[in-house]
């Protein structure tokens, strides 16, 4: 059943931890198909770790999915049909540039990272494993945030081309946008972009879908789903 909400819970559920296995698998493939595209040998490297790190915690998130639903442990991540992917819609439209690329993963990093780590609050195996991997998502940030840096710097105006729609995109992710995570990651973006208002940004918000973190109904495109069926990088 469909539950749409204006309220978000910190109690960390099965489909919370299927949003942020899927979100991770996507921003692995990301990078993955990214990676050839870095512009110098230290992006190349960073993308590389970021691959490793993302698809890994995307297989420990699974194996709490699995766990969660009572499942016996497996060596892959499980595959999951089209209609139940749950990555954030931030990711279901490709970046058509570098710098589109880079506000697109500064979003996405920040927007999983906040969730991890409210889930991280919640004790038990859940919250202990989360935090570990907080601990692993910091040099990740920091690339991201580097990244973001250097060209809010030179290329201010098309960051905020980009951030026009990746912050429309975004707020799907949240019931509303008094979102206290959404409203932290506005403040993020302004100490990078502090001329550009997110108030400028128009947002038509359909019901929402608490489950899979996306407006009702919505799906994964069908080339993003093919595309994480088809590699084997898990």
């Known amino acids: 059943m469909t539950v749409s909400t204006d309220r978000e819970s910190s109690a960390t559920s ?18 993955a198909l990214v990676l050839p ?3 110098a040998l230290q992006d190349f490297s960073a993308m590389a770790a970021m691959v490793q790190v993302s698809l890994g915690h995307a297989r420990v998130l ?12 497996t060596s ?4 999951v049909a089209r209609d139940q992917l749950a990555s954030m819609v931030l ?8 710098t589109d690329f880079v506000t697109a993963v500064a979003l ?28 692993e998502t910091s040099f990740v940030l920091d690339y991201v945030r580097g990244w973001l840096r250097v060209l809010a710097d030179s290329s201010t105006d098309r960051v905020h081309e980009c951030l026009e729609e990746r ?3 975004l707020r799907t992710w949240y019931p509303s946008d008094a ?5 932290e990651i506005l403040g993020q973006v302004a100490e990078f972009a502090p001329t550009w208002t997110p108030g400028d940004v128009v947002a038509d918000r359909p019901p929402w879908e608490a489950t899979r973190r996306r407006p009702e109904g919505s799906l994964v495109p069908v080339a993003l789903a093919n595309g994480i069926a088809d590699r084997e990088l898990m």
């Open 62 to 73: 699974d194996s709490l999915v699995r766990h969660s639903a009572d499942l016996p442990p």
């Open 179 to 183: 979102s206290p995570e959404l409203r």
């Open 108 to 135: 996405g990093e920040w927007a999983v990272e906040k969730r991890i780590r409210t889930v991280s609050t919640d004790g038990g195996r859940v919250g202990d494993t989360c935090a570990r991997l907080l601990m």
């Open 91 to 98: 990711l279901d439209r490709p970046p058509s540039d570098w």
């Open 167 to 169: 912050v429309r995109e």
């Open 14 to 31: 099965e489909s919370e931890l299927r949003v942020l296995r899927d979100t991770k698998i996507v921003l692995g493939h990301w990078y």
């Open 76 to 79: 892959a991540v499980t595959v």
């Open 37 to 39: 595209n870095a512009m």
